[in-house]
Nanobody, 118 residues
Framework: QLQLVESGGGLVQSGGSLDLSCTISGTIEPIYVMAWYRQAPGGRREMVASIAMSNKKEVYVDSVKGRFRLALGRANNTMYLQMDALKLEDTAVYYC???????????WGQGTQVTVSS
């Protein structure tokens, strides 16, 4: 069974940087998409950045383009989200997610809190 564990969240001042990590274990089926989502208090969960494993095409939500960057570890069992120029509105719980297997199953991590202060 696939397991995702996020780390790296915390408190950072506006304009600062933070790097998130997602460690993936237990997979025996191919992973097709890896992504970062976030959910602010009272808000909907939104996709922040994703990468298609077939062609390594990356997609970012407009609000983070040029500030956030998704990266993969060498064995593709770690995914990173490098966040620069953080804004107050980036405050949220950040989740890593994968789509894998013939059933295109979504798997989620437990989330990590990112809080941006003024």
């Amino acid at each position: 069974q696939l397991q995702l564990v996020e780390s790296g969240g915390g408190l950072v001042q506006s304009g600062g940087s933070l790097d998130l990590s997602c460690t993936i274990s237990g997979t025996i089926e191919p992973i097709y998409v890896m992504a970062w989502y976030r959910q602010a208090p009272g808000g909907r969960r939104e996709m922040v950045a994703s990468i298609a494993m077939s062609n390594k095409k990356e997609v970012y939500v407009d609000s983070v383009k040029g500030r956030f960057r998704l990266a993969l570890g060498r064995a593709n069992n770690t995914m990173y989200l490098q966040m620069d120029a953080l804004k107050l509105e980036d405050t949220a719980v950040y989740y890593c997610s994968t789509v894998s297997g013939k059933a295109l199953q979504f798997t989620w991590g437990q989330g990590t809190q990112v809080t941006v202060s003024s």
